[in-house]
């Protein structure tokens, strides 16, 4: 069983579009996340939802917002897609564990490319 | 400022050799380290977590020392094989009550036959 889904698996959109990832996670886990890759296979933490309540949200552009419609879902809506959004999307789900340890599963990926 | 840095940026090593990667951070308060194995166009899978106490842990052929005094860790891979090629990641979790992870660029690693 997939423990955390991402769809679509690959994304070709053009500038200017409005696009979603969705991300499903059967784990039962509190708290999600969404990281982008670069081309240098940087990951980076955009947003984080525990309990639909946003804990995290780095400097990312406002273009760029989480929707969770429950526990087991965080999709990734973007608007005005640029050039530079072009990476590999990961979704990932996290559980706290005892002694501040916590175990955490990553998606498959979704790759976009903005043209 | 909250960093972590990882080196090497790349490493080359043949098969059944030993290599070990480095992770330095300036993260503050410090929660936990964590090293990720990644392979190209997959995402990140868990080696090992560390937490301030715990100076050695190991899983299989990877081991992880913390030195939380000078603030370094470094990953060991023994007898490498060639499943081992991927990037390796340095994350750590700042604060005791927040979710915010610090991740580091990474190291690419290639095994050679």
């Known amino acids: 069983d997939t423990a955390v889904s991402q769809t679509p698996k690959y994304l070709v959109t053009q500038m200017g579009n409005d696009k979603s990832i969705k991300c499903e996670q059967n784990?039962?886990?509190?708290?999600m996340y969404w990281y982008k890759q670069d081309s240098k296979k940087f990951l980076k933490i955009m947003f984080s939802?525990?309990?639909?309540?946003?804990?995290i949200n780095e400097t990312v552009p406002n273009r760029f917002s989480p929707k969770s419609p429950d526990k087991a879902h965080l999709n990734l809506h973007i608007n005005s897609l640029e050039l530079g959004d072009s990476a590999v999307y990961f979704c990932?789900?996290?559980?706290?564990?005892?002694?501040?340890?916590?175990?955490?599963?990553f998606g498959p990926g979704t790759r976009l490319t903005v043209t | 400022k909250n960093q972590v840095e990882q080196s090497p940026q790349s490493l080359i090593i043949l098969e059944g050799k030993n290599c070990t990667l480095q992770?330095?951070?300036?993260?503050?308060?410090?929660?936990?380290l964590r090293w990720y194995k990644q392979d190209t166009g997959r995402g990140p899978v868990s080696l090992t977590i560390?937490?301030?106490?715990?100076n050695t842990k190991s899983n299989g052929r990877y081991t992880a020392t913390l030195d939380a005094d000078t603030k370094q860790s470094s990953l060991h891979i023994t007898a490498s094989q060639l499943s081992d090629s991927a990037s390796y990641i340095c994350?750590?979790?700042?604060?005791?009550?927040?979710?915010?992870?610090?991740f580091g660029t990474g190291t690419r690693l290639k095994v050679l036959a």
């Open positions: 994350v750590v979790r700042q604060g005791s009550g927040t979710y915010k992870y610090i």
């Open positions: 784990l039962g886990h509190d708290t």
């Open positions: 992770c330095n951070y300036t993260v503050s308060p410090f929660s936990n």
């Open positions: 990932a789900s996290t559980r706290l564990l005892a002694g501040g340890a916590y175990e955490q599963y």
């Open positions: 939802y525990n309990n639909k309540e946003l804990i």
């Open positions: 560390m937490t301030f106490s715990e």
